[in-house]
């Protein structure tokens, strides 16, 4: 008994990894698409306005949640890097130096820019990350006088991006608080003391679900930053381009663990079927005559979002349409226009 109650949620776990691992793809894809149709620049002003967003939105609530609000305020935000991160899959450092400066460190192979991603990402995007969050965490805490300062970049060669959280004796003024010191090395990682998830909070379960929604986290905040930076003809165009493009690449990659093959419509209507419920949305289907309607109900990714816009859903759209076209040739999916944009969903395949 047992052993079936352990498959089923291992069998669980490794849809909520796929689930994963297509919004990971996605919202790397974004940030490239934005790079090559758009230019650096605006792939720049992109980026900063994701990661700011999401501080803003996670930084201090994250702090509650990991245990890390009492310690002192560099500590506090590379402690908050570390962990998060992790609990996440992404790969990262932490180093105690004293109790004004900690480093983190991001080694190969980076999460953000998997595989030949990374060739495609110009420095300048990655410095906007930097300065869009790991800027803003003295400012969050009410500490002017805390800053980051950044001694490595990967997307530049060198072998990880790495920096320190520091708090001076002064007031940061805006351009001091995300500053570069190339010349400086980060010390050797140490996991013995590196600070440790209290596991009567974090059980497996939780953690599985939480690395799911890490990855899918971004995909929440980016789509309404592209329509506000863009406006919602151009970000629709991207943001379904982005969609169809990662969904025809990653079909193969998450049909296995989520028991679907390739073949026809139907084959593809039962790989929507468990991709819905792996991603905790609800969807009713009926067929006739050999064409298919889904009614989906939630989308719980989207949901309660303060500046939703209609052109959000091309996100969904991009990726049906990418994904049935890795499931196989000609399956058409078409989704009817709903009011405001917003669920139910009512999509037509076949």
């Known amino acids: 008994m047992n052993g079936t109650s352990d498959g089923a949620r291992e069998a669980q776990w490794l849809k909520w990894r796929s689930v994963a691992e297509?919004?990971?793809?996605y919202f790397t894809g974004l940030i490239l698409t934005v790079v090559t149709r758009r230019g650096t620049a605006d792939a720049?002003?992109?980026?900063f306005r994701v990661f700011r967003r999401q501080q803003q939105e996670r930084f201090l609530p994250g702090l509650e949640k990991l245990g890390l609000s009492h310690l002192p305020p560099a500590v506090a935000a590379a402690q908050y890097h570390y962990l998060s991160n992790w609990i996440g899959g992404v790969h990262v450092e932490y180093m105690y130096e004293n109790d004004a400066k900690a480093w983190i460190r991001y080694p190969p192979p980076r999460w953000i820019w998997k595989g030949t991603a990374i060739c495609g990402v110009p420095g300048e995007v990655s410095r906007a990350m930097l300065r869009g969050w790991h800027a803003n965490n003295g400012v969050a805490l009410g500490n002017l006088k805390l800053g980051f300062v950044c001694t490595k970049q990967s997307v530049d060669g060198q072998d990880g991006l790495e920096g320190y959280y520091c708090e001076y004796d002064h007031p940061l003024e805006i351009d001091q608080r995300m500053v570069f010191a190339r010349h400086l090395e980060a010390p050797l990682f140490d996991p013995a003391t590196a600070p440790a998830l209290p596991v009567?909070?974090?059980?497996?379960?939780?953690?599985?679900?939480?690395?799911?929604?890490?990855?899918m986290e971004y995909v929440r905040t980016a789509a309404p930053v592209m329509v506000q930076v863009f406006g919602p003809e151009d970000a629709g165009y991207l943001l379904h381009l982005t969609g169809k493009l990662i969904g025809m690449q990653y079909f193969d990659e998450i049909a296995n663990s989520l028991g679907a093959t390739r073949g026809s419509a139907s084959e593809f209507v039962a790989f929507l079927r468990a991709l819905f419920e792996a991603q905790d949305d609800v969807?009713?289907?009926?067929?006739?005559?050999?064409?298919?309607?889904?009614?989906?109900?939630?989308w719980k990714l989207m949901a309660d979002l303060g500046d939703y816009h209609p052109a959000c859903a091309r996100v969904l759209e991009g990726l049906f349409d990418g994904l049935a076209a890795g499931c196989g040739r000609h399956i058409p999916?078409?989704?009817?226009?709903?009011?405001g944009g917003k669920p139910p969903f009512v999509w037509s395949i076949g």
């Open 22 to 25: 297509l919004y990971h793809a």
């Open 44 to 47: 720049a002003e992109f980026v």
């Open 200 to 215: 009567a909070s974090w059980p497996k379960p939780r953690l599985e679900k939480a690395y799911r929604n890490y990855a």
């Open 283 to 298: 969807a009713d289907i009926s067929e006739s005559g050999g064409a298919f309607e889904i009614r989906q109900q939630s």
């Open 333 to 339: 999916v078409h989704l009817k226009p709903s009011p």
